[in-house]
């Protein structure tokens, strides 16, 4: 599905592993970071990459899902953002940037890829360079 990257922010391995397989078959090239600060290095190295984030409410140390969308969306301000999480969901009203969608754990892999393409294609609409 070219012109960029999804990149997936999880703690946890297998679920990383999972959400990359997943968007990958689905057609989307994806950077895993299992960390915050990893996703920060690798985003800032090359923001233009990223066409979407796939992130996880908590990440252990460091800044959540939550600081990671609202500091990429200072550099992209309409950059896709899909939360994933096991208990932050009630938060998102208040914690998330506007135009993300929120998936509670557990999940199956087909919610994440259609989260992902309809707010690429929303997106697509109101910005159709």
């Known amino acids: 599905m070219g012109d960029g990257a999804v990149l997936v922010v999880e703690d946890e391995t297998m679920i990383l592993l999972d959400l990359e397989s997943a968007l990958e078959?689905?057609?989307?090239?994806?950077?895993?970071?299992?960390?915050?600060?990893?996703?920060?290095?690798?985003?800032?190295?090359?923001?233009?990459?990223?066409?979407?984030?796939?992130?996880?409410?908590?990440?252990?140390?460091?800044?959540t899902g939550w600081e990671l969308a609202r500091r990429f969306r200072r550099i992209n301000n309409v950059l896709p953002v899909v939360y994933i999480s096991g208990d932050g969901a009630a938060h998102w009203a208040h914690e998330g940037v506007p135009n993300s969608i929120m998936i509670a754990k557990p999940f199956f892999m087909p919610q994440i890829v259609t989260a992902v393409s309809t707010l690429l294609n929303h997106l697509s609409i109101i910005d159709p360079s």
């Open 25 to 63: 078959e689905a057609g989307f090239e994806v950077v895993g970071a299992n960390n915050a600060a990893s996703a920060a290095a690798t985003y800032d190295a090359d923001p233009e990459k990223f066409k979407a984030l796939v992130t996880d409410i908590r990440l252990g140390s460091g800044e």
